[in-house]
């Protein structure tokens, strides 16, 4: 199946990326892709060290005649988002990813791919290992755990970088030169709840919301896409009179938009809970009609015996936070068209043995604005009681329009496309905003290959996007400027 991969090209990139792929990389748990990449800077007989937190950093001499030119690192994060369908057997811990060719497209069997960011550190291995491109001199810093916290870049001290440009290759618009991003927050909020027995002539029910889209709970979150959180939430709200709540979970990861949700559930009144159950989920189903085709809705009579229930204040003060804890965007940048300034995703939500935990990932490209939507879900989770915890913050990456690597850039893409890149900030994170605070000379600079469904069992990779991706870059390795 991979050899298929192998034979796409170009070659040297594709190859490298089956490489990667065929080592289990979850965020946290790095240790065997950071023992495979540095046995492949070593097999190079290049100067290879690991930093103290587990990032690696592999350094090539400039090529002939390249000599004059300023030093670049190449930068690519060595985790990857682990997601699968619910009806996929997939181990992530122990397995590498199932790749197969659909078009235009590299896709994984049922998980998510990983060309976020493997492609990144593909390019990068591929560059290292070739004897016949022209380059300056590089070092290549693969980072560890981008997708949960950004530890890599944040413990990746002053001083170990000499390079002059920094090229992130975590872009995921192949037309796009990205030059600023937003930072984020972890807002966990946790609470107890008094547990007592369901009623005793209550039926056991169990309500799936599933099928969602999901997706990067950044870039994707302009999109409107459902949230299987606040989807559930709306459905026990709606029922709230007629039922008891005794389990609830939904979502996996702060940075994916959750795509599914399952609660238990007992009905003290079968007949009201069905017709409130059906209004709401007819009213879901038209108002995502466009964005969620494969949205699906159930509530099934269960002969599990659900004993112990959520007590029906607490029920309710639950229900009633999760309505008015904020979901999607919260504002747009004023300077920026198009570009979201600040959101907030409700990623994971667990009610179980008496506990309720709920964590968000609030991001923003403005840091007063970010502290404004931190406060406004704190506030909310505090007046029902509950326990908030502000962690992993992170900065957001100011643009810069005089970057010199841009002007290259920007003039190179529009030389070799016949049109102008789209210089723009997102609103995912990228490292660079971090690897800034401790390199703020810096020039920084972020591009890469059309990837599609990031974060989502959905992930895909344009084949033809990777070659112009790849030709790109390679006349970029010849026109870094000089010292």
Request: glycine share 10%.
């Amino acid at each position: 199946m991979n050899q298929e991969i192998r034979n796409l090209e170009p070659k040297a990139l594709w190859n490298k990326f089956a490489d990667l792929n065929a080592v289990p990389r979850p965020s946290k748990k790095e240790e065997r892709v950071i023992a495979f990449m540095k046995d492949f800077g070593k097999s190079l007989g290049l100067e290879t060290i690991e930093d103290e937190v587990g990032n690696v950093i592999i350094r090539k001499p400039a090529t002939k005649g390249m000599e004059d030119r300023k030093m670049i690192i190449l930068q690519s994060h060595l985790d990857m988002v682990h997601q699968k369908n619910n009806d996929t057997d997939f181990d992530f811990d122990k397995q590498g990813i199932e790749m197969y060719v659909d078009g235009d497209w590299v896709r994984a069997k049922g998980t998510t791919l990983g060309a976020d960011n493997g492609l990144g550190v593909a390019t990068i291995m591929a560059i290292l290992e070739s004897d016949d491109i022209e380059h300056p001199a590089i070092e290549a810093l693969f980072t560890i755990d981008e997708e949960t916290g950004m530890t890599g870049a944040k413990g990746l001290k002053g001083g170990v970088l000499k390079g002059d440009i920094l090229l992130n290759l975590d872009t995921e618009e192949d037309d796009e030169i990205g030059i600023g991003c937003a930072g984020g927050v972890d807002i966990t909020a946790s609470g107890d709840y008094k547990n007592f027995d369901a009623s005793k002539n209550g039926q056991s029910y169990i309500i799936s919301v599933k099928g969602l889209n999901g997706g990067h709970s950044g870039m994707d979150i302009i999109k409107g896409l459902g949230n299987a959180n606040k989807l559930m939430n709306r459905l026990l709200f709606a029922t709230n009179d007629f039922m008891e709540l005794a389990n609830l979970e939904g979502g996996s990861l702060r940075n994916a938009i959750p795509r599914e949700s399952v609660a238990k559930v007992v009905v003290t009144d079968e007949s009201k809970f069905q017709a409130a159950f059906e209004s709401m989920k007819n009213d879901i189903l038209v108002e995502y009609k466009s964005l969620e085709e494969n949205l699906s809705i159930t509530a099934e009579k269960s002969d599990e015996a659900f004993s112990k229930v959520m007590h029906g204040e607490c029920q309710t003060k639950f229900l009633n936070v999760m309505n008015a804890a904020h979901n999607g965007v919260y504002r747009m940048s004023p300077d920026i068209e198009d570009l979201v300034e600040t959101s907030n995703n409700i990623a994971k939500v667990s009610v179980a043995g008496g506990s309720i935990k709920i964590e968000c990932l609030t991001r923003s490209s403005v840091e007063s604005s970010k502290a404004t939507l931190a406060n406004a879900l704190k506030s909310t989770f505090e007046l029902a009681g509950y326990e908030v915890k502000l962690s992993g913050d992170y900065p957001g990456w100011a643009p810069n329009m005089d970057s010199a690597i841009l002007k290259v850039m920007d003039s190179l893409y529009e030389k070799m496309n016949g049109e102008k890149a789209n210089v723009a900030a997102c609103h995912a994170g990228l490292e660079c905003g971090i690897l800034g605070q401790n390199y703020p000379g810096m020039d920084m600079i972020s591009f890469g290959p059309t990837i599609r469904g990031a974060h989502s069992p959905d992930e895909r990779a344009s084949i033809s996007s990777a070659q112009k991706y790849w030709n790109f870059t390679l006349e970029l390795m010849k026109n870094i400027p000089k010292k």
